[in-house]
Antibody, heavy 123, light 107 residues
Framework: EVQLVQSGAEVRKPGESLRISCKAS????????IAWVRQMPGKGLEWMGIINPDDSEITYGWAFQDQVTISADKSFSTVYLQWTSLKASDSGMYYCARRGDCPNGVCKDLDYWGQGTLVTVSS | DIVLTQSPGTLSLSPGERATLSCRAS???????LAWIQQKPGQAPRLLIYAASIRATDIPDRFSGSGSGTDFTLTISRLEPEDFAMYYCEQYATSPRTFGRGTKVEV
């Protein structure tokens, strides 16, 4: 069974650093890209970026370039999202999601999702 | 970036009724790589439809997607109580991927 299990809720102060994780199981980790999606309180979904766990190729959404760092560790089948200096506006729910495969040449996207990690940044 | 505009913002319907949700793209979505995603309160999103019209695994056939180019539609033929939720469209033809702002289907 494919599963993406995310790390637990975090509370930090502005200026602090943070790394949250998304551990994959039930499939061949290095074959599927993983994306991060933000959802601010009461708002919609925002695509942050995506990583190829096989070679760590990354594409960031414009609003998140230079704001966060996405990385992967194949030995732990885990993808990470990291901040070096949090802001209050980084508060929200963060989801990881797998980019699906391409059965019969037609590709899926975001076919499996993690349960979400709630990040609260407050002084 | 491709901007996706969903309408209406809110759809007020009753169980058993038909729901029609629209997603319009600011430019052509190549290969029809448009997905519909459902999110219920307090839950993670779930993929319903990919490539504009293909139901994801275990999605009931009352959900159907259609469209191409810049105009896409999600139809729920007969609303069940569990279908009242937020629905987002997402284009994955080009990077960065983008989401619409969502349509809330409410009772």
């Amino acid at each position: 069974e494919v599963q993406l299990v995310q790390s637990g809720a975090e509370v930090r102060k502005p200026g602090e650093s943070l790394r949250i994780s998304c551990k994959a199981s039930g499939y061949n980790f290095h074959k599927y890209w993983i994306a991060w999606v933000r959802q601010m309180p009461g708002k919609g979904l925002e695509w942050m970026g995506i990583i190829n766990p096989d070679d760590s190729e990354i594409t960031y959404g414009w609003a998140f370039q230079d704001q966060v760092t996405i990385s992967a560790d194949k030995s732990f089948s885990t993808v990470y999202l990291q901040w070096t200096s949090l802001k209050a506006s980084d508060s929200g729910m963060y989801y990881c999601a797998r980019r699906g495969d391409c059965p019969n040449g037609v590709c899926k996207d975001l076919d499996y999702w993690g349960q979400g990690t709630l990040v609260t940044v407050s002084s | 970036d491709i901007v996706l505009t969903q309408s209406p913002g809110t759809l007020s319907l009753s169980p058993g009724e038909r729901a029609t949700l629209s997603c319009r793209a600011s430019q052509r979505v190549n290969s029809g790589y448009l997905a519909w995603i459902q999110q219920k309160p307090g839950q993670a999103p779930r993929l319903l439809i990919y490539a504009a019209s293909i139901r994801a695994t275990d999605i009931p056939d009352r959900f159907s997607g259609s469209g191409s180019g810049t105009d896409f539609t999600l139809t729920i033929s007969r609303l069940e109580p569990e279908d009242f939720a937020m629905y987002y469209c997402e284009q994955y033809a080009t990077s960065p991927r983008t989401f619409g702002r969502g349509t809330k289907v409410e009772v």
